[in-house]
């Protein structure tokens, strides 16, 4: 039937698109989508699967900016300040990729996704404040300074953080000090570490008639330390998910803070190093072991300490993950959560 309906529409003249055989056909319809304003047709000898499988990525390319980039856009100025998420390049946002793709300028962190900058053009300036020569990683005065001084000089600059600019990653002074001098900035809210460690790690921060409350504290200065601004004694007595950051060498400080103040010794705890990274892992425990298993495990950072009930929920569901690699390819498996 279709070999008769292709010779008749050969004698007519007329176009004849064979589904069933796309050597026999006359004609091929393209596989099309639209993204930025741009509408796009993929015509791969015929071939269906693969014309939707590269119109897809030309999508996805004009939609992250990725694909036409800074060439025949409108230019941005001023600065952006966008969280890249906890490390996995899949985890920023699409804002923020969009805007990172077309900066002049990227200054950047130690913990920002820094795989993202392979995919930028050559002459795009790299500026890594975590290394300046002579050693030091840059003060936040020149990091200001910097984004103030290529804004000025009529540069879309983009400061890319890890995890959120505005959670511990000085974000704040950075929007202020732009502001100070008239640079127009923005914030692109990233995907916190102090949320994706847990999720990564198949602990959810809350959960339902176990948690109703998660608190996400700075432990870089000690509990007791006059510099900690932390309700210590507050949060023993809270008793839902405690979250620190930067807190793996006073794991043990933290976890004596929170017992001294009346929180049950045999409360559990995971430390999740370098989550959604491909050396992710979790180390378990519970307040009063938690010190002593984190330094057998040369626990190092960037580390997430979880504190709550959440951590025995997980392991009582079966979703805790304490492998070492975060990989969306699990899902094939159709073992683990991630
Ligand atoms: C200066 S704070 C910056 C936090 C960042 N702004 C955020 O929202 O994730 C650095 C701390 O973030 C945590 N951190 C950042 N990335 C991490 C990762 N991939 N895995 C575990 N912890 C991470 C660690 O506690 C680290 O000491």
């Not at 050597?23 to 699967?49: E, K, L, M």
């Not at 620190?244 to 010794?265: F, K, N, T």
């Not at 960037?302 to 690699?325: F, N, S, Y």
Request: with cysteine; net charge neutral; aromatic share 2%.
């Amino acid at each position: 039937m279709n070999a008769a309906v292709a010779e008749e529409a050969e004698r007519a003249r007329v176009w004849c698109v064979r589904a069933d055989d796309r050597h026999a056909s006359s004609a091929w319809t393209p596989a099309s989508g639209t993204a930025s304003g741009i509408t796009v047709g993929v015509v791969a000898s015929g071939d269906p699967r693969r014309s939707a499988g590269l119109r897809d990525a030309v999508i996805e390319g004009l939609a992250d900016g990725t694909l036409d980039a800074r060439r025949g856009r409108e230019r941005l100025r001023g600065v952006a300040l966008v969280g890249g998420g906890p490390g996995d390049p899949g985890l920023i946002t699409v804002r923020g990729q969009q805007l990172l793709s077309q900066a002049d300028v990227v200054v950047v962190d130690r913990l920002a996704p820094t795989s993202l900058l392979d995919r930028l053009s050559a002459d795009v300036e790299i500026v890594d404040a975590a290394k300046i020569p002579y050693g030091r990683s840059m003060t936040q005065e020149e990091i200001n300074a910097t984004l103030v001084d290529r804004a000025r000089r009529g540069k879309f600059v983009v400061r890319l953080k890890g995890g959120d600019s505005f959670l511990f990653g000085r974000g704040g002074e950075e929007a202020a000090a732009c502001a100070a001098a008239g640079v127009p900035v923005i914030a692109v809210p990233g995907v916190t570490s102090a949320l994706a460690a847990p999720a990564s790690a198949g602990i959810p921060a809350t959960h339902r008639g176990v948690a109703q409350d998660v608190h996400i504290v700075s432990a870089h200065v000690p509990p007791g330390d006059e510099r900690s601004t932390v309700d210590w004694d507050g949060l023993a007595r809270a008793g839902g998910t405690v979250v620190a950051l930067m807190g793996v060498e006073r794991i043990e400080a933290v976890a004596d803070a929170l017992v001294s103040h009346g929180r049950p010794a045999d409360t559990p705890v995971a430390v999740v190093q370098e989550a959604t990274l491909p050396g992710q892992r979790t180390v378990t425990g519970t307040l009063a072991t938690i010190a002593a298993s984190a330094r057998s495990a040369g626990v190092r950072p960037p580390a997430v300490v979880i504190i709550g009930e959440v951590v025995k929920t997980a392991r009582d569901l079966d979703i805790l993950h304490t492998g070492t690699q975060f990989e969306t390819r699990r899902l094939a498996t159709g073992r683990d959560l991630q």
